[in-house]
């Protein structure tokens, strides 16, 4: 079990948002969650999102993975970085637990690098928050401060600018963290062969909520309804939108945007929504129901499928949203919401009286057989 060896809010009040920070022996006693050779065996899976960078005589290269060997590659100068890493692997998903106290909804994934001695991926700009979490090995990260930068065409897929002058300056060590908050320039420079792993949060952009709720609004087909004025009269001013007809177009996008009940299961869904590939896998066979009854009935633990984002509302615990979907809860069950959604395993006395509810079994059956949750080893 990973622990932090710092008061988290203590530093989310201190530099969340605000500004870059070390953080030597971020982690109590750590251990590194996964070895190289099976970052190496992640990066030959085809669901898996990975590439390699690298950067021999300057000449920077970036490939994507499936990779079926790692032969030919260079073991200076390269980088192999593995995205969503915690969906894939028991290792990275408990390395992201004492992060808990941080909002799912904000997390995005853990990425893992293997870094060869002098790899990375150049000076760059990310627009997420990040715990980079140092394993074995030794990094030298550089972060500069926030402010406009020349973005340099070494390549198309690293989005590198051209330098930058460090705020920071330092080597990371097995167990240190560094925090950087979006937009801080930086970059890391590998001393030693080294594994680091990034834990990421990214915030919503104001267009893209917007952007996201007018899909939802097409998809659900709300507001499908023309302007309607049985009352319209004529006017000199051909060309002139008058002020009473501009206030009534607005009210008409306004009461779309203000339908409550919308807006609340678009951003559920939304913000459910796993931006990264998650290992799935329906029940084979399939659970029957007096099977899952006795399960439960005798104590044993379902866990979630590392990365599923179940969320609820804190007004509204009657719904909940499991990766882009809204799913009410049976009558009489809005308890439940709270252990699908803030616990990654549960077991019926969890869910206390309602374990029995035949209408919440029910739904926890088609969860375990869709392979939403399984029984934990
Ligand atoms: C790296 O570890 O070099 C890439 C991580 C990052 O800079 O975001
Ligand atoms: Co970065």
Redesign the pocket.
Known sequence: MYQLNFDLNDFLTRFWHKEPVVIKNGFIDFEDPISPDEVAGLAMEEEIDSRFVSNLDGNWEVQHGPFESFESFPDTHS?L?VQAANHWHPGPRALSEPFRGLPNWLFDDV?V?L?MPE???GP?I?Q?D?F?CQGMGK?RWRVGDKGEYKDANHHTGLRQIEGFDPIIDEILEPGDILY?PPGFP???NTIEVSL?Y?VGYRSPKKQELLNGFADFVLTNELGDKHFYDPNIQTRDEHGMIPTAEYNALNDMLMKLINDEDAKARWMGEQLSQSRHELDIMPADPPWQSDELQQFMEDGLYLEKVSGLKALYHEDNPSLVFINGETIELPEGCEAAAKVFCDMEYFSGEDLGAIANNPALLALLLDFCNQGLWYPQA
């Open positions: 980088q970085i990425m690098c870094s790899g990375g991926v760059h990310d997420y990040v980079i990094r950087i930086h970059e890391g680091s990034s």
